[in-house]
């Protein structure tokens, strides 16, 4: 496994850094001191160095030749110290020097990968295990445990830093800033100002994921849990301001704030998705009438086993006639029941899931620990229903759903 994948590598360009710090910058705010904790080969601080005002910056990279390259940043007029550390090993607050005690900057790119896929690649930059969300046993077990690696960096300066005037400003997951904006409030922290400017992850990264650089004040005013989010830091055109209606989460507050009388109790009762920890064997695309799993080969198996499956993005575009474009596979009808029939009844589906089966026997959630191979997790009656959720999308699936139950 390289490197880049276990450290959760997306060194930012050099246009994108510049792009960040001039966004900042135009902001009208000014910083003496500026923090990097993860810097990689330094292009934040390079686009840091050339900004008035900046008179020194601190720089934290574990990787010893990323910070070869950090070191040979020079600036007459600003004093760059750069130390090879893993940040989750000190305090940040307390063990740096400073010159001075002005409000500080904290600005970066921390790792975009989960503990999860850390685990998974034996990866060792983890940070110290806690359960700072405060899970239970059973939701710990079932996947709610595992975070970004971003996020615990986020947690991490927002704890150290709590009752200094600081800003942090990292590039991350959309997923991980909304987490963010969650604990904030939860802790009832002093925040001030938030907002995400959105970013194309795909064209700096070659990533498909919705990121953003997220930045939060504390200590600086007011305190609001409002985030606005713009289209991107360049423009900053103002798409929406999401935030909270009392402690719910809401993607836009002014839209809300229209319909909030509508809310209440509903009849209906959510329940989970099938789990099974093997999205590219277990979910398949079906195109131009061929089923490709995720690492695009082609996949011949008994459609008895195959199931429309709805993602969570389909749901904002879900339509009447609306053609599934994902399938899953479903080796159980109950939590437990076992799969050696598979064998006879399936034989196509038995091979492909065997020709997968150092993948699926090294799920590493403790659920699977001495259950029949190739089991799945949140399957039940209720998985084979012909109607879930509502009926929009009991119109949709119906026929599809009918003809399989």
Request: glycine fraction near 6%; aromatic fraction near 10%.
């Amino acid at each position: 496994m390289s490197k880049k994948k276990t450290l959760g590598d997306f060194q930012t360009p050099v246009q994108l850094a510049r792009n960040v710090v001039t966004r900042l910058f135009a902001d009208g705010l000014q910083w003496e001191r500026i923090l990097e904790p993860t810097c990689g080969q330094g292009n934040f601080i390079r686009a840091c160095v050339e900004e008035a005002g900046v008179r020194e910056i601190i720089g934290l990279e574990i990787q010893q030749s990323y910070v070869k390259k950090s070191k040979r940043i020079h600036s007459d007029a600003v004093k760059v110290s750069i130390h090879q550390q893993d940040i989750f090993d000190i305090n940040l607050a307390e063990s740096l020097e400073w010159n001075s005690s002005s409000p500080l900057l904290v600005i970066g790119n921390p790792p975009w990968i989960t503990n999860a896929e850390l685990g998974r690649i034996n990866g060792n930059n983890l940070p110290k295990k806690s359960n700072f969300h405060r899970l239970s046993g059973l939701e710990a077990m079932t996947g709610k445990s595992n975070f970004d690696i971003a996020e615990a960096v986020w947690l991490k300066l927002i704890h150290e830093f709590v009752n200094d005037t600081v800003t942090i400003a990292l590039l991350c997951k959309t997923s991980v800033a909304r987490r963010v904006a969650q604990f904030v409030l939860q802790k009832e922290l002093p925040v001030n100002s938030m907002s995400l400017y959105r970013i194309e992850a795909r064209r700096w990264f070659n990533v498909a994921v919705d990121a953003g650089l997220f930045k939060l004040e504390l200590n600086q005013g007011e305190v609001s849990y409002d985030v606005a989010e713009y289209d991107n830091p360049v423009d900053a055109n103002h798409i929406r301001t999401f935030g909270f209606y009392g402690r719910n989460m809401v993607a836009d507050l002014d839209s809300y704030r229209q319909v909030a009388d509508l809310e209440g109790n509903s009849r209906l009762i959510w329940r989970q998705g099938v789990k099974h920890d093997a999205a590219k064997i277990m979910e398949l695309t079906y195109l131009n009438g061929i089923l490709r799993n995720g690492y695009g080969d082609h996949v011949d198996i008994e459609t008895d086993y195959l199931y429309p499956l709805l993602k969570s993005s389909d749901v904002q575009s879900v339509s009447i006639g609306y053609v599934p474009r994902k399938y899953v596979i479903a080796t159980q009808e109950r939590v437990g029941q076992q799969t050696v029939h598979l064998r006879e009844n399936a034989p196509k589906l038995w091979r492909y899931l065997s020709l997968h089966a150092d993948r699926m026997d090294s799920r590493k959630s403790s659920i699977y620990k001495n259950a029949p191979r190739f089991s799945m997790f949140g399957i039940g009656k209720y998985s084979f229903q012909p109607y879930k959720a509502c009926p929009v999308l009991c119109r949709v699936f119906s026929t599809e759903m009918e003809r399989r139950c």
